[in-house]
């Protein structure tokens, strides 16, 4: 019982910490229809600023995380202007290729500034005691991880449905151009779905590095985990995504802790599977 | 008609005999480099088959590698246990990866567009954890090695400095080539190439889109199968890294570079990438990721159809000026 409870809250943070990163590419997927396999550098960039600003310059857990989304993002800026924007509607080939391409280059760069060596993002003392819930003691992180991924939720689905820039942008995924004629300027709207889905990954990124460690060829070895997860959710829908992550976090977490020996092969097989049955994922759209 | 069909064959023959000049240059000019260059082979054989199924058909795949690795894994498993005639074992890799290939086209088919990578990605890490896993046959991540191969038609020994392989891999790669063409001008092969185009229009024409893909997918599969058993056999070894996602996700690039749906794209794109890669990499491998990079980059943004692309732009240019824009 006590390692069915340990698995089950393992699964649910790491369920969660894989949706705050994967949403952002879900959005970026399925509202501005751009394959982002770049998506996990993106992380691995707020990774390494949270790294320096916690560890080096001695800054705050806090302090880390806003400076880590505010740095990510503003990186990102130039890239969506100068590479990203001409390859919105391009095929998905054109722009797997793309996107690679900025994950080899942010690899090669971030190693060539921070060394070859895994970085730690050392957590404040209130989030590495644990917790006493009354049936069980669980890491304070873990259960902060987990508050993340469901105000991340929240708030997602509020902005999409229920605000103004919700309305433009589902609009603007509708039909761009009926949506331009109208009066929204769509370039914006991709600009600031573009920043948000950077900043989630970025938060991800460094609230997530407890599972998935911040290390130079992270962008590379978690690009397919991300891109799966999203693909088996349904790109764009904020239900598909958690759905996805708690069943493959559960899958991946479960087969790691009883067979350890079988590495990702539960993993991947329960993908094939979901993928077969549900070819547009759980909550995709169909085209 | 007539004429431009006798145009088009006189085309191939120069092409191939560059193809084997530049494969016998090779020899002359690097003969203590003739181990990379086999692998170069390989590794065109494997991109050949990524453009039969990815330039031909239209369907984007990431998990070739896991054809090449039934291929590799096939006849090193045969020659450890005792079949040691390089051609069998040639054939042993091409028969397992057109099983592979009937098999990954039978799951990779049912999707369409991004789920359908997706799957392609998920079947090669399934292959690697599986080949991993199966240590008894495989060897794990140890690798299998003691590969022991027989003479090449009882006469030539596979040395030391891989003169027989280099080749044996060079005939294997023209043969190969030679049937590929014809292939890919069959009127199966420009079925092919109307499937990628427009499939409802050839589903409305009356043909079926699923056997003639999966047909493609066998073809693919037997030639990365064969680039897999020559792997094996000139390397005597083989490692888990020949059914990873890097090696998928490399000969798409490779492909890309030299040119999505050209046979001669694919050889360039491995030559140019692989020579690359083993100066540069030398020096750096991070400088070599930023390279790669760089190079993706620039190849999406300014020539979309890769080096051939570019070289045709330039050669149709002339017709294209007094076509007008077409």
Redesign the interface.
């Known amino acids: 019982m006590q390692t069915v409870l340990s698995i089950a809250i393992d699964a649910f943070a790491y369920g969660m910490a894989l949706f705050i990163i994967c949403i952002g590419l879900s959005l970026t997927m399925g509202l501005m229809r751009v394959v982002n396999l770049a998506h996990g550098a993106f992380a691995m960039i707020a990774g390494y600023i949270a790294s320096y600003a916690a560890r080096d310059l001695g800054l705050g857990y806090a302090v880390a995380i806003f400076l880590a989304i505010i740095g990510t993002v503003i990186i990102s800026i130039p890239i969506e202007r100068l590479l990203y924007r001409r390859i919105y509607g391009s095929p998905e080939l054109t722009q797997v290729l793309m996107t690679i391409g900025i994950t080899f280059c942010v690899i090669g760069i971030t190693n060539y500034f921070f060394g070859p060596t895994l970085k730690t993002i050392p957590l404040p003392g209130s989030l590495s005691q644990p917790i006493d819930v009354g049936f069980k003691t669980i890491a304070a992180h873990r259960l902060f991880v987990m508050a993340c991924g469901l105000v991340v939720a929240g708030g997602l689905w509020f902005l999409i449905e229920k605000t103004d820039f919700g309305i433009k942008l589902r609009a603007t995924v509708d039909n761009a151009a009926m949506a331009d004629a109208l009066g929204v300027r769509t370039q914006v709207v991709y600009a600031i779905s573009f920043a948000i889905a950077i900043g989630l990954a970025a938060l991800g990124g460094v609230v997530g590095a407890e599972f998935l460690p911040i290390e130079p060829y992270y962008a590379l070895r978690y690009m397919v985990t991300f891109l799966v997860v999203v693909s088996v959710g349904g790109a764009g829908s904020i239900p598909g995504a958690v759905v996805a992550c708690l069943l493959l976090g559960a899958v991946d977490t479960t087969g790691r802790y009883l067979m350890p020996e079988f590495g990702n092969f539960f993993f991947y097989a329960a993908v094939i599977a979901i993928v077969c049955v549900f070819p547009r994922g759980f909550f995709g759209r169909a085209q | 008609m007539s004429a431009s069909t006798d145009r088009r064959w006189l085309r191939d023959v120069i092409g191939i005999a560059l193809i084997i000049a530049a494969g016998l240059a090779g020899y002359w000019l690097f003969p203590d480099n003739l181990a990379l260059l086999t692998r170069v082979i390989a590794a065109a054989l494997l991109v050949l088959s990524i453009d039969l199924i990815?330039g031909y058909c239209g369907v984007?795949t990431?998990g070739q590698a896991s054809l090449f690795g039934a291929g590799a894994y096939a006849a090193g498993i045969a020659c450890v246990n005792g079949i040691t005639e390089p051609v069998t074992l040639i054939l042993i890799g091409a028969v397992a990866g057109s099983v592979a290939g009937l098999l990954m086209g039978t799951?990779m088919l049912?999707?369409?567009?991004?789920?359908q990578?997706?799957?392609s990605?998920?079947?090669v890490?399934?292959f690697h954890?599986?080949a991993?896993?199966a240590s008894a046959y495989t060897g794990g991540s140890d690798g299998l090695a003691g590969l022991m191969v027989s003479p090449l038609f009882g006469m030539f020994a596979f040395d030391l400095w891989g003169r027989t392989a280099y080749l044996f891999g060079l005939a294997l790669l023209v043969l190969v080539f030679i049937i590929l063409k014809f292939v890919v001008s069959s009127p199966f092969g420009m079925l092919c190439r109307g499937i990628k185009q427009d499939p409802i229009r050839i589903r409305a024409m009356g043909s079926f889109v699923f056997p003639v893909l999966l047909k493609m997918f066998v073809i693919s599969g037997a030639v990365a199968g064969m680039g897999g058993a020559l792997a094996a056999i000139s390397t005597q070894v083989v490692g888990l890294d020949s059914v990873s996602?890097?090696l998928s996700?490399n000969a798409?690039?490779m492909l890309?570079l030299g040119g999505?749906g050209s046979l001669y794209g694919a050889l360039v794109g491995t030559v140019i990438f692989m020579g690359f890669e083993h100066f540069v990499s030398a020096i750096n491998p991070?400088?070599?990721?930023?390279?790669?990079?760089?190079?993706?980059?620039a190849?999406?943004?300014a020539a979309?159809g890769g080096l051939s692309g570019l070289l045709d732009r330039f050669s149709a240019s002339g017709h294209r000026a007094k076509r007008g824009k077409a």
């Open positions: 990815t984007a990431l799951i049912r999707a369409h567009g991004l789920a990578l997706v799957l990605i998920a079947i890490q399934l954890e599986a991993n896993k996602f890097e996700a798409l690039v890309v999505l991070f400088h070599w990721m930023t390279m790669v990079g760089a190079l993706l980059i190849v999406v943004l979309p």
